[in-house]
């Protein structure tokens, strides 16, 4: 079998092993009274979804982990000192914003701050020590193309920048994906094709290890789009947006293509923007507002689109740009 089809196969096989787990997994959260608390100040139409079950990024996050680990589990053993030629990074990224975002919804919905969650401080403390690690990892571990443009054939080196920016990039993707899981299947749409993007882009690298990363993954968010499509029976919450944020955003930089990423992940870019230009517009205008509710998907749905056809309309654009990231990659 080919390295292409092994790892399009991985996210069959994902899927399939996913879905089957994914039905206990909704009747546990349920049992557990792990449902979801809808802001006040949102859309009326999401009293619906009062008491969905959340924290369903488990349901992708632990079987990326379990088969990943599991194909990679020679190479990780023998050679303990190389993570470029495993999937370390990305897996424990992973791992370790799914159990910021997993604290996070607990208290949200079981904890003393329920319906609201962590302290912003801290969960933004908690994201940057991590993408700080990620970032060292990358720079002085991994090594890979610090910044690849189009149509430029050598790779820029950024020099001591490279620790910043990268953190910058991982947490401001890792908001960005939070803030876009505001709809059913939304986030989790989004981020298949981000991901199945970047899955491209690097097996044009020959980064065959990531790219059977990244499809895995494809495979996994399609299970849990098989429960979260509208109307939703479970919801990723924090554990799962906040995990794929910050590993999205390794994924692009162990590519070198990481200045893509406003492209191929257009729909979180343009989410974060419109959510930054209400705060803005509204203070320096003392309260007017230059959306009708922000981010973005929320305006839409004030609008007068429905819930679906918010999510198809953004996923083809999504599609849309995350093909033409690839072909700027191949420039």
Not at 159 to 176: E, H, S
Not at 239 to 244: F, I, M, N, V
Not at 267 to 277: A, E, G, N, Q, Y
């Amino acid at each position: 079998m080919s390295q292409t089809a092994m790892a399009l196969s991985l996210g069959g096989i994902t899927f399939l092993l996913s879905v089957i787990w994914g039905g206990p997994l909704v009747r546990i959260l349920r049992m557990l009274h792990i449902g979801e608390q809808i802001r006040i100040e949102g859309p009326q139409r999401h009293f619906t979804k009062l008491g969905t079950p959340t924290m369903g990024g488990w349901l992708f996050i632990i079987p990326v982990l379990l088969i990943t680990g599991v194909l990679n589990l020679v190479s990780i053993l023998s050679d303990l000192t190389v993570l470029g030629n495993s999937i370390l990074l990305p897996m424990l990224v992973m791992l370790a914003y799914a159990a910021v975002g997993a604290w996070d919804d607990w208290l949200g919905v079981r904890g003393p701050r329920r319906g609201e969650g962590m302290k912003g401080r801290w969960k933004f403390l908690l994201q940057t020590i991590i993408a700080l690690g990620a970032a060292l990892i990358l720079k002085y571990g991994l090594q890979p193309p610090e910044l690849i443009l189009p149509s430029i054939p050598e790779a820029f080196d950024l020099g001591i920048w490279y620790v910043p920016i990268a953190m910058f990039v991982i947490v401001g993707t890792c908001n960005a994906v939070n803030l876009t899981d505001g709809l059913d299947g939304l986030a989790g749409l989004i981020a298949a094709t981000a991901f199945a993007a970047y899955g491209a882009i690097a097996m044009l690298q020959g980064q065959i290890f990531l790219v059977r990363f990244c499809f895995t993954v494809v495979g996994a968010l399609f299970a849990f789009l098989w429960y979260n499509a509208h109307p939703a029976e479970l919801f990723m919450g924090d554990t799962g947006s906040l995990a794929l944020g910050g590993t999205l955003a390794v994924v692009a930089l162990m590519t070198g293509h990481w200045f893509l990423l406003p492209l191929i992940a257009i729909i979180p870019f343009s989410v974060t923007v419109s959510w930054i230009l209400q705060v803005a517009y509204f203070k320096l205008t003392k309260g007017r507002r230059l959306f009708k509710m922000a981010p973005l998907h929320h305006h839409f749905e004030l609008s007068g689109w429905s819930e679906t056809q918010i999510v198809q309309r953004f996923w083809l654009v999504a599609l849309l740009s995350g093909m033409f990231g690839v072909a700027l990659a191949l420039v």
